[in-house]
């Protein structure tokens, strides 16, 4: 009786409960997406949106001014979704490249654009870009490309890189030393990651082909910061037949080389020796998952798709580097004085090995520093997939957004005195986490990072232990308009390290 009574209070509880809960206690009606605003923010002009502010402030050197005076702007809103966010706009709307997108302005961010790829957001080219070189998003031949330079595999390549780059130096360097000639740094840096890039992934190294196809990839850069006008003689127009004749170039290559591969043995270690260890092949000497056909076509829009972003980022970045060194003459001497007790060790002729680029510590630190200050991009696009809401704001579904390199790296909120020139900010724990982004990050984040880490230190340590050189416009800076260059090409006299 006792336990009936027991198990019936219980009951009578749990529906007063019930009760209470559902209908004295007024329901929170579900925030519907309608009830929030898209991001503040302007589209400026039709079609052009605020595209010329961004390029004029980039082209200013001031790139991060963008981004600055909008957060200032647009922090000052009181609307509720500002008040959620601390008062400080984390994201504003604009329109780029003819496209209404949010700029994400915080390392939380970036964090959030990078973790949630293919869950919120996909990658997004603008189309003048993708019609010039469509992107190849297969990921299981992609996949075979990251591990061609995940960083153990790039360990492999470090004798390669070094012995390509002792090639170029003494080819097109040494011969102009002691003022005989100045060297033109920025066209030679072409020269050099191209030569390079061709060797890894295509073992390319005819100098009238390399020449043939520097031109063609220039020819595609001019389309692609053209206005995208497909009409005969535009730029953008020439630029897509360049770039499809790259791609044929490229798919003819790989025809031949399956048919070398099918004529050997690939079980008899003698034939095997003879494969050439690039990415080429490596690609097609895999057996890919799903057992599906991988064109030639297919396979040469995952090789351009590796040369190119590997291009102008290492040309930038050595041809900023070199400015810096010039001006920073103790961050000169303690580069030269870290590379040259690597060169005291190695015996004569001996190429650079892994350990010898652990050493090179500091030399990255202010790699890393130059990325930071001049990064040869200033950050990527992603898609909405689906509709979501950021920092109280909405993000309809197909909204593109923008995460932006400056938004951070010019912010003394993560980089105190943030115009010095400082690599001791890498030593230690380094940047917050998601502050320092040239490379991005998350499941997008550039694969050939490692790849360009040592390939940029291969060539400092060439270049500080062999030569000695000034500026021939000793105020020489880089520009962006729209992409990276140098006002000048950067002409320097050469010296012999040893004078
Ligand atoms: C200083 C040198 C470099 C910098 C600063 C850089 C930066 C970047 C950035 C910012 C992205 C886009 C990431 C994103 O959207 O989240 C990217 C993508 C990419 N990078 Fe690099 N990169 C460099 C060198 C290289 C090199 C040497 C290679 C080739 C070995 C390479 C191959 C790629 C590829 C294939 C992608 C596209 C990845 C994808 O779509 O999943 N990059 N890079």
Same mark, same amino acid.
């Given at each position: 009786m006792e336990t009936t009574t027991f198990f019936i209070s219980l009951l009578v509880l749990f529906a007063s409960l019930f009760y209470v809960f559902c209908k004295v206690i007024p329901s929170r009606p579900r925030q519907q997406a309608k009830d929030y605003q898209l991001p503040p923010g302007s589209t400026g002009w039709?079609?052009?949106? @605020?595209t010329l502010d961004y390029l004029r402030t980039a082209r200013n050197g001031v790139p991060e001014k963008f981004v600055d005076d909008r957060k200032s702007k647009y922090s000052s809103l009181s609307s509720s979704a500002a008040a959620t966010a601390g008062g400080l706009c984390k994201v504003f709307k604009t329109s780029l490249f003819g496209e209404t997108m949010a700029l994400l302005c915080s390392a939380a961010g970036n964090k959030f654009l990078f973790s949630n790829e293919k869950k919120l957001v996909k990658v997004w080219w603008p189309s003048s870009f993708q019609k010039i070189l469509p992107a190849d998003e297969a990921y299981r031949i992609r996949k075979h490309m990251y591990a061609f330079v995940k960083p153990d595999a790039v360990r492999k390549h470090i004798a390669v890189m070094d012995q390509i780059t002792k090639r170029h130096f003494d080819t097109h360097w040494s011969t102009k030393m002691d003022r005989k000639e100045a060297i033109m740094f920025h066209s030679l840096a072409k020269k050099y990651a191209l030569a390079l890039s061709c060797k890894l992934?295509?073992?390319? @190294?005819?100098p009238e082909v390399l020449a043939e196809l520097e031109k063609t990839i220039g020819t595609i850069h001019a389309g692609m910061v053209s206005l995208p006008i497909d009409l005969p003689g535009t730029n953008f127009n020439i630029a897509i037949k360049a770039s499809k004749k790259m791609m044929k170039e490229i798919e003819s290559m790989v025809v031949q080389r399956k048919i070398d591969l099918m004529n050997l043995n690939l079980t008899d270690p003698e034939q095997t020796a003879d494969v050439p260890q690039d990415l080429m092949s490596s690609l097609l000497l895999e057996t890919f998952s799903d057992r599906a056909e991988v064109t030639a076509a297919d396979m040469a829009k995952t090789l351009s798709g590796t040369i190119f972003p590997s291009y102008d980022t290492i040309i930038n970045t050595l041809c900023a580097t070199v400015i810096y060194l010039s001006e920073l003459p103790l961050v000169y001497d303690a580069v030269l004085k870290e590379q040259m007790k690597i060169a005291e060790s190695k015996d004569e002729g001996e190429l650079l090995n892994w350990e010898d680029i652990q050493k090179m510590k500091y030399t990255w630190n202010v790699l890393c520093e130059v990325l930071r200050l001049q990064p040869p991009g200033s950050g990527t696009f992603r898609e909405a997939i689906t509709e979501f809401i950021y920092e109280g704001y909405l993000i309809p579904k197909g909204m593109k957004l923008h995460w932006n390199v400056f938004s951070t790296h010019k912010n003394p909120e993560y980089f105190p005195d943030p115009h010095k020139f400082d690599p001791?900010?890498? @030593?230690?724990?380094?940047?917050?986490?998601?502050?320092?982004v040239p490379f991005g990050g998350g499941p997008r984040m550039c694969p050939g990072k490692e790849n360009a880490r040592v390939q940029m230190l291969v060539f400092m340590y060439n270049l500080v232990t062999r030569y000695k050189w000034e500026m021939v416009f000793p105020n020489e800076k880089m520009v962006v308009d729209p992409v990276s260059y140098s006002t000048h090409g950067l002409p320097l006299h050469l010296f012999s390290c040893k004078s």
């Open positions: 039709p079609i052009i949106g @605020e992934f295509l073992n390319l @190294e005819d001791s900010r890498f @030593e230690g724990q380094g940047p917050p986490p998601f502050s320092y």
